[in-house]
């Protein structure tokens, strides 16, 4: 039986394996490319094409290609102006595109590796209860059971050997990818524990958008030099967003580019400057600058504390990010050589030292298990002393995982059966500024009289997915789980139709 680790990224994914030596492996697919775009086609014949492929059709047919969908996580839609992805009348919600993603990266670890019994799946850290719940979904969509949902930070800073020797170290994790932006404070403890002291990052924020600012200057020039609106044409915008990628990750290693674009015509050159693209992304150094800021004070560690700044995430490849870091830190920020492989590779040793596969005689047999804390805070709606209602917080923010609270109700009226329960994400006490993950109903079991109390327990796992329990308030019995119908999520009858749907998708 094995286990692996898997990247499930915006833009790219991977997937890795570690043996009981603790040697890890990076898994090829028979292209021999060990980094998969997260990029789903939907090939006439009803099969799903995932990756390269994939990727190269959305030139030709846009309208069947879905990318970028690890944005809209725990959403119905992940597309810019919230309509829904659908294929031959078929929808596609981010958690089903997700799954294909999966099926597909399942699939190449099982071509080398025999049959896989249970994954660890990464998730930024940033990702709230219901972005997390849905990558769980995903996961049971695509038929693979899932050990445990790992923050990527925590993964990358496994893959860097981060571990007990590491004591007393105060390790900062940079993570630019294609789609979002994480910043994480981790301290080794004495114990040699690794413990998520605050993160912070935007997930709206990555490489796509250095992609937009590029193709908008390449979009004024085509307009000007052609007469052509390449976002009115969908090949045209599709190329120019290719090509754009190009350039950009050309200015990392050049300090100029140049691509022909297409137009319809006769191809645009189109040249740019590294100067240029500093230019165009300086709000957002800026910007990622401060929530590095606002990431340490939360941790309350100075910059001069830190002793390790680690770079994942392709975008981390970007020269002016490195310089940031390296003016904030006053020190060299630390670099792997599978970088786009990290996250799956530190994912897959936690895999391996969970599932019970690592040899006690190997270095990771001493690999703790590592901590992380509540990146949201948790709170139930509940009526304030002037009765109105408020959020009552449950789970600070920063507080350790998993973690729990309780808040206790009482019936309102006799012959009361139950009681709905509303749960936010958030630490503020002001409904307007939190998200509501999901409603439940309590039931007391029995018609009780005006008064009688029910207690409620609400829990963050240590993946920070969200349970809630009910007691009687009388005895402190259980009465059982909350089944909790989250905002936006698949219906129980949704989701018979998205296994059987995702069930008969051959996946190539
Ligand atoms: P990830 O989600 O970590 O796989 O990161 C993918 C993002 O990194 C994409 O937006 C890529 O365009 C970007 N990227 C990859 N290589 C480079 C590079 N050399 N310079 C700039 N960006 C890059």
Redesign the pocket.
Known sequence: MTVIGIDL????SAVATTDANGITTTIADRDGSR?IPSVVYFAPDGSAVVGDRAKAMAVLEPERVAMLFKRGMGAPTFLFDESEFSVDGKVWRPEELSSLVLKKLKQMAEEQLGSVSGAIVTVPAYFGELERAATREAAELAGLPILRILNEPTAAAIAHGIDASSRGKTIMVFDL???TFDVTVMRVDSEGEMQVLSTGGNHRL???D??NEIMQMIAARAQAEANVDIFAEPWAFQDAREKA?DL??EL??LDTATRPISTGGRPLMFSMTRAEFEASIADTVEDVSDMIEITLGEAEVDAADVDTVLM????S??PAFSTLLRDMFGKEPTFSRNL?EDVARGASVLAAKIGGQIDPRSELADLAIPKDVASHGLGMTVNDSDDREINGIVVKPGQGVPSKGTQTFYAAADGQTQVLLRINEGDEEDLAYVRQIGEGMAHFGRPVPAGHPIRIDIAYTAEQIVEVYAYDGENNKLIGEVRLERTGSLSGDEKRQALAAIAGTGVQ
């Open positions: 990224g915006t833009t790219n980094v990818g294609g789609g990555g490489g796509a250095f992609d990628e950009k990750k990392s290693t994942v995430g392709g975008s490849r970007i786009d």
